[in-house]
């Protein structure tokens, strides 16, 4: 069975905004593309949207294991199980949880992307590493 999850959006963004900011270059250019000129309180709907488009879904769901109710966040890219976490309680705030999570893999998925651009890239120009010079 689905609930909705509590998640400060305006929090989340600030999160999302922060940890940019904290990742340096590494992660920045992949998640500024999804992010920039946005305030923090449009930061939640733009990445949300960002990891639907990405292919990034996430499913709340209630469970029962042993008698209790526990709370499940389960996140899927391309339709596999990637990500997941429980909880107890139903008023327990997830916005860091969940928006670290996110970060880290929207930030995975832009870089596969245009790692698979660069290769195709490369291979259209009839470049045959075999031949390459080591």
């Known amino acids: 069975m689905e609930f909705s999850p509590v998640i400060d959006q305006l929090l989340f ?3 999302i905004v922060s940890t940019q900011d904290r990742e340096g270059n590494s992660s920045r250019r992949f998640i500024s593309t999804v992010i920039d000129g946005y305030e923090d309180a449009d930061v939640f709907d733009v990445f949300m949207n960002a990891c639907e488009k990405n292919n ?17 966040v389960l996140i899927t890219v391309n339709n596999r199980d990637y990500s997941s976490f429980s909880y107890a309680s139903p008023e327990k705030d997830i916005s860091k949880l969940l928006a670290d999570e996110l970060y880290s893999i929207l930030a995975k998925e832009l870089k596969n992307k245009l790692l698979i651009e660069e290769v ?7 470049f045959d590493p075999a031949k390459a010079k080591k």
């Open 120 to 126: 195709k890239t490369i291979a259209s120009t009839g």
């Open 56 to 72: 990034i879904v996430i499913k709340y769901l209630e469970e029962e294991q042993e008698e209790q109710k526990l709370y499940k």
């Open 13 to 15: 963004g600030e999160i």
